[in-house]
């Protein structure tokens, strides 16, 4: 009797330190889940933060070079728009087969440079944000001055020196020949511009004339001109 309940009482010492041993893994398992819930809470937590704060950056990063982007677009629109006036004028005054001289006044800030080619008219300014650089090219083929001329005086004379002092005006008529020499100095005058183009004065007047010669041929005399732009 008294060794069944020695036993008895063993047994249940047994069980309570088992027990207690397992409340205790169980306590441990449970604390260990929680701090690996916090840790990815923490995570999450820093990524978001993380994230907002590249957005931000992005976003005022954009924000500064925005404005730069809207100043070129403004000065290269202001450009095209001088330039298609410009263009438009001087192939107006092309199409013309009557003489004369037409002044062409520039509608463009200051700061702007204009270059003219024998083909071609182009615009660059220097902004805050770099240059900004527009060309277009013309339907005809005009002159600006060069180092052969810088006026119709000029360009008659030229034409004389070339030509046994016949310069096309009225009665002193070009031969058919002359015409050859004529184109050759053109050539020489647009190659030139091409390589140094003619840069005006946008704060005053352009001129932009029409020269009409008279020229013989086999058919009779012709009359043909040459467009040139001068100040």
């Known amino acids: 009797m008294a060794s069944r309940l020695k036993n008895e009482i063993l047994k249940n010492e ?19 889940e929680g701090l690996k819930e916090d840790e990815r809470a923490w995570a999450d937590f820093l990524i978001t933060r993380v994230g907002l704060l590249l957005f931000c950056t992005i976003l005022f ?45 520039f509608d463009i800030d200051p700061d702007v440079t204009i270059d003219i080619s024998s083909k071609y008219v182009s615009a660059y300014s220097d902004t805050k944000t770099g240059r900004v650089t527009r060309a277009r090219a013309l339907m005809t083929t005009f002159y600006p001055q060069n180092s ?13 020196g070339r030509c046994g002092g016949r310069t096309g005006l009225g009665e002193d008529v070009l031969e058919e020949g ?54």
């Open 14 to 32: 047994i069980l309570k330190s088992e027990g207690f041993k397992g409340g205790r893994v169980k306590d441990e398992r449970l604390k260990n």
């Open 61 to 105: 990063i954009s924000a500064f070079n925005i404005h730069p982007l809207f100043i070129q677009q403004d000065a290269a629109g202001m450009m095209d728009a001088s330039l298609s006036s410009l263009a438009s004028y001087i192939e107006d005054v092309d199409s013309t087969s009557i003489q004369g001289a037409h002044y062409y006044t």
């Open 148 to 160: 052969l001329w810088n006026s119709r005086p000029g360009l008659l004379e030229a034409i004389a």
């Open 178 to 231: 002359d015409w050859l020499s004529i184109n050759e100095m053109l050539d020489q005058a647009g190659t030139e511009l091409a390589q140094e183009p003619f840069v005006p004065d946008t704060m005053q007047p352009l001129l932009v004339e029409k020269v009409m010669l008279n020229i013989r041929t086999a058919e009779g005399v012709e009359r043909r001109g040459v467009t040139i732009v001068y100040q």
